[in-house]
């Protein structure tokens, strides 16, 4: 059984929902708990108390620098090791894109991305330093796939997918690994969009399993997992074959005559980085430039 006995974890979000399932799963595996939440988080505390668990609550809206600056700087006076981070801190404000107040898409992107990058900012350092970090970002289905009427919550979502990426390549070396978990469960941000007849499907089972993978020395690092009613699958951007074109040839009228072959999904190549993925369309042109690569 993995147990967490002798590590402490940041929740964010934690006053409800995911954040607060989390939380009780993790208390009863032994860890020390960090809860977050611009509410209160009594009534989680209670619960985590009520298990034996140790646990300790901040009031701070994590969009907020100020605030998260402070917390941050109490915490780590208070703690000698932080070894994970759960940023399930997140809100809602679906809307159609020509009647998106900017108020609301820059929240949006405040709370779920920018409130995600200060928590992990925050303490990185510490990771670093005591070499072993767990970071488990909380993103959605909506910035996998899209949805209507979804252009902030899926542009702050989809960013974590990409913080994530890079966090976990310059974590790897230090023992800190990052992934993204993409749950769908019945929480009071959801209910209103599940139908009456699967929403029991969605039970925090699965989200809190993989959370818990995510956050223990086993967890593997730069995946991002979708985890909801019962289904564990991981996601990865990948690319058809390239069509090579020749510098000359290369145009817009030749790039929309080969379009029905780079539809074609049979041979499907995933890239490891940005990096390796600028390797790759240098490998593809090295031959008719002359340049010989390995």
Not at 139 to 151: H, K, N, V, Y
């Amino acid at each position: 059984m993995m147990r967490f006995n002798n590590r402490t974890i940041v929740i964010t979000g934690a006053a409800s929902g995911l954040g607060r399932a989390f939380a009780i799963a993790l208390a009863q595996r032994g860890a020390e708990l960090i809860l977050i939440d611009s509410h209160s988080t009594q009534n989680i505390k209670a619960a985590v108390e009520a298990l034996g668990g140790r646990v300790s609550c901040w009031l701070c809206d994590v969009a907020n620098e100020a605030q998260v600056e402070q917390t941050t700087r109490e915490i780590l006076k208070s703690y000698a090791h932080v070894d994970g981070l759960l940023l399930s801190a997140g809100i809602h404000l679906p809307n159609e894109l020509e009647k998106m107040p900017t108020q609301d898409w820059r929240r949006q992107i405040d709370v779920d991305l920018d409130g995600a990058f200060l928590l992990s900012r925050a303490f990185w350092p510490l990771m670093k330093q005591q070499n072993y970090g767990r970071v488990v970002l909380l993103t959605g289905a909506s910035a996998l796939f899209g949805d209507q009427f979804e252009c902030a919550f899926a542009t702050a979502k989809m960013g974590l997918l990409g913080l994530a990426s890079c966090m976990s390549q310059e974590g790897a070396e230090y023992n800190i690994h990052v992934n993204t978990l993409c749950a769908q469960a019945l929480t009071p941000m959801t209910s209103q969009h599940l139908a009456s007849e699967v929403a029991p499907m969605f039970s925090m089972e699965t989200p809190v399993a993989a959370a818990t993978y995510l956050l223990s020395d086993e967890a593997p690092t730069g995946q991002h997992l979708l985890a909801a009613a019962g289904s564990v699958s991981r996601a990865f951007m990948t690319q058809s074959k390239p069509h090579y074109f020749q510098a000359a040839d290369c145009t817009a009228e030749a790039i929309s005559k080969a379009w029905p072959k780079l539809l074609e999904t049979s041979a499907m190549i995933a890239s490891k980085s940005g990096e390796d993925q600028i390797v790759r369309w240098a490998k593809s042109a090295s031959k008719e430039h002359g340049v010989l690569l390995k």
